[in-house]
Structure formats: structure tokens, C-alpha cells
């Protein structure tokens, strides 16, 4: 079972492989093929709970897919997304939320959405024995300030502010940092400056790993972000499988002998 010090101790020698799961079938997949760190991502809420963002994810809802995820996986590093407001509102809630993604439901670590507002919060977090993995760069719940999801850290000014938060949150005692949507350069510059991994997503091919939402990468997004890439295409298979199911019931060959039984003991009944 790798810790959050196996994650830190492969920056920079072998790159570091992040999906999102949110469902027990799911994480055995990514688990069984080797994927480093499992994410129960916010994500859940656009790609499985049909919001329109990630804003109306609940603990609730995170304790609930992290759960199902952690019970499913034996070797990745399983990590909860803390959602929207459930920390930096209020400390000794922030805490008790993600406390209880790892005392409760068998997750690993927690990742926060970061900015300033984080540095204090992450120290807190680490010092209690909560491991945190800070994000920077495109924060989806930011949403409604950014008005969409545009890249981040394009002028001097925004990436010399990545920079430092990111070193404020290395301070602080994360164990690995998610940099979304920056330019690759700005990455590589943040993945050279601290020695926790980075780990990126639209951020170019040199931080320490890369992630990507798991609906995203098999091919089951309706619509992907244009820094994806789908490897498969699951959507396909699953409409394929799900016409083949139709077409048999409507033309009557399921259920055919062989998923039916008999029962001979009513046959004088029937
Ligand atoms: O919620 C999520 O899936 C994420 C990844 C895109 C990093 O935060």
C-alpha cells in the first residue's frame, strides 16, 4: 500500500499516474492496472451526479463515493476532494470534514482547492495527520469568478503567484501539489522550484505525474476539456451494448433458454 512518502519520493525519478473514480467497479479498474492515486475528484458532480459544476457536491455526497471507492482499492493512494465550502469557512469544520474522509470512509488523503486562504488551513490539516494534496492553477469551484474555466498563471504577474503559493503550500506540509490548465512553462518552473511532486492536468508533459478525470480519459464524456485525451471509447461500447440489449428483448432471443429455468415440480400446476 503506497503512502503519501512513496508519492513524494518518486518526484522526479518515475512519473506519477492520478485517475478520478467515484464507484467501486471503477477504482478496482484504475486499481488493478497500476494508476498510482485514485481521486474521488468534485468532478463526481458533473461527471456522475448531473450538475452542471462541481458547486452543488456535498460531504455527504464525497463521503459517500469515497467510501465505495476505498473499499474497492488495495494498492493506489486514495485521495478525497474536499468540495465546495466544506472547508476554509469555518476551521474546526474544514477539519472535522476532511477528518472524517479518512477516519470514516478509508481515504488516504485530502485534496483542497488552494489559494491564500489555504497555507494555514494545510498546516492545520498536517499537523493533526490529515496528508494534503494542495490544487493551484484553474480552481473549477472558482467558477463563478472566473466566469467559465480559462487558463491560469498567463501573465508574469498570476504565475509569480503560483509560484509562491506554491511554495507557501510545500511550507505548510503538502504532500503534492495539482497544477490545472497553466502554461507548460509556468509548470515547469513550479515543478523545479519545490520538491513535492506536482502532479498536472492541462499543465504540459513536465510535472512529476499527471491526472485526468477517468469519464474524460476512457472516452465516456459527452464532451471533454481540449487539454484531454480519450484512450478509449467506452461511450460507444456502453450505447453498443445497451442497443444490443434492446434489439434482443424487442426481437425475443433474451432471455433465451440458457437464462431461463423450469421448474418441474409445477409443472401439473402449469
Ligand atoms: O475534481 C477533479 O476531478 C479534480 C481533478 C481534475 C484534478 O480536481
Request: charged share 25%.
Given at each position: 500500500?503506497?503512502?503519501?512518502?512513496?508519492?513524494?519520493?518518486?518526484?522526479?525519478?518515475?512519473?506519477?499516474?492520478?485517475?478520478?473514480a467515484?464507484?467501486?467497479p471503477?477504482?478496482?479498474?484504475?486499481d488493478?492496472?497500476?494508476?498510482?492515486?485514485?481521486?474521488?475528484?468534485?468532478?463526481?458532480?458533473?461527471?456522475?451526479?448531473?450538475?452542471?459544476t462541481?458547486?452543488?457536491?456535498?460531504?455527504?455526497?464525497?463521503?459517500?463515493?469515497?467510501?465505495?471507492?476505498?473499499?474497492?482499492?488495495?494498492?493506489?493512494?486514495?485521495?478525497?476532494?474536499?468540495?465546495?465550502?466544506?472547508?476554509?469557512?469555518?476551521?474546526?469544520?474544514?477539519?472535522?470534514?476532511?477528518?472524517?474522509?479518512?477516519?470514516?470512509?478509508?481515504?488516504?488523503?485530502?485534496?483542497?482547492?488552494?489559494?491564500?486562504?489555504?497555507?494555514?488551513?494545510?498546516e492545520?490539516?498536517?499537523?493533526?495527520?490529515i496528508?494534503?494534496m494542495?490544487?493551484?492553477?484553474?480552481?473549477?469551484?472558482?467558477?463563478?469568478?472566473?466566469?467559465?474555466?480559462p487558463?491560469?498563471?498567463?501573465?508574469?504577474?498570476?504565475?509569480?503567484?503560483?509560484?509562491?503559493?506554491?511554495?507557501?503550500?510545500?511550507?505548510?506540509?503538502?504532500?503534492?501539489?495539482?497544477?490545472?490548465?497553466?502554461?507548460?512553462?509556468?509548470?515547469?518552473?513550479?515543478?523545479?522550484?519545490?520538491?513535492?511532486?506536482?502532479?498536472?492536468?492541462?499543465?504540459?508533459?513536465?510535472?512529476?505525474?499527471?491526472?485526468?478525470?477517468?469519464?474524460d480519459?476512457?472516452?465516456?464524456?459527452?464532451?471533454?476539456?481540449?487539454?484531454?485525451k480519450?484512450?478509449?471509447?467506452?461511450?460507444?461500447?456502453?450505447?453498443?451494448?445497451?442497443?444490443?440489449?434492446?434489439?434482443?428483448?424487442?426481437?425475443?432471443?433474451?432471455?433465451a433458454?440458457?437464462?431461463?429455468?423450469?421448474?418441474?415440480d409445477?409443472?401439473?400446476?402449469?
Amino acid at each position: 500500500m503506497p503512502t503519501v512518502r512513496d508519492l513524494r519520493a518518486k518526484a522526479g525519478e518515475e512519473p506519477i499516474t492520478m485517475l478520478t473514480a467515484y464507484d467501486a467497479p471503477t477504482a478496482a479498474i484504475v486499481d488493478e492496472v497500476g494508476v498510482d492515486v485514485v481521486l474521488v475528484g468534485d468532478s463526481v458532480g458533473n461527471t456522475t451526479l448531473g450538475y452542471e459544476t462541481t458547486l452543488p457536491v456535498t460531504v455527504e455526497d464525497t463521503a459517500r463515493h469515497v467510501g465505495a471507492v476505498a473499499r474497492a482499492t488495495e494498492e493506489a493512494l486514495v485521495v478525497a476532494d474536499m468540495p465546495f465550502l466544506s472547508f476554509g469557512v469555518d476551521e474546526r469544520e474544514s477539519l472535522e470534514n476532511a477528518g472524517r474522509m479518512l477516519k470514516e470512509e478509508g481515504a488516504d488523503a485530502v485534496k483542497l482547492e488552494s489559494g491564500p486562504h489555504t497555507v494555514e488551513l494545510t498546516e492545520k490539516m498536517v499537523n493533526l495527520g490529515i496528508p494534503v494534496m494542495a490544487h493551484l492553477g484553474l480552481t473549477p469551484q472558482h467558477v463563478n469568478q472566473y466566469g467559465g474555466y480559462p487558463r491560469q498563471g498567463t501573465d508574469p504577474e498570476a504565475a509569480e503567484r503560483i509560484v509562491d503559493l506554491a511554495e507557501a503550500h510545500e511550507e505548510a506540509g503538502a504532500f503534492s501539489l495539482v497544477l490545472e490548465h497553466v502554461p507548460s512553462n509556468l509548470a515547469r518552473e513550479v515543478t523545479e522550484t519545490i520538491d513535492v511532486p506536482t502532479i498536472g492536468i492541462g499543465a504540459g508533459p513536465d510535472c512529476d505525474g499527471q491526472v485526468l478525470v477517468f469519464h474524460d480519459a476512457v472516452g465516456l464524456s459527452e464532451w471533454s476539456p481540449s487539454f484531454s485525451k480519450q484512450f478509449g471509447d467506452v461511450r460507444g461500447e456502453m450505447l453498443s451494448a445497451v442497443e444490443s440489449y434492446v434489439e434482443a428483448v424487442e426481437e425475443g432471443s433474451f432471455p433465451a433458454a440458457e437464462h431461463s429455468h423450469e421448474e418441474a415440480d409445477l409443472d401439473e400446476l402449469y
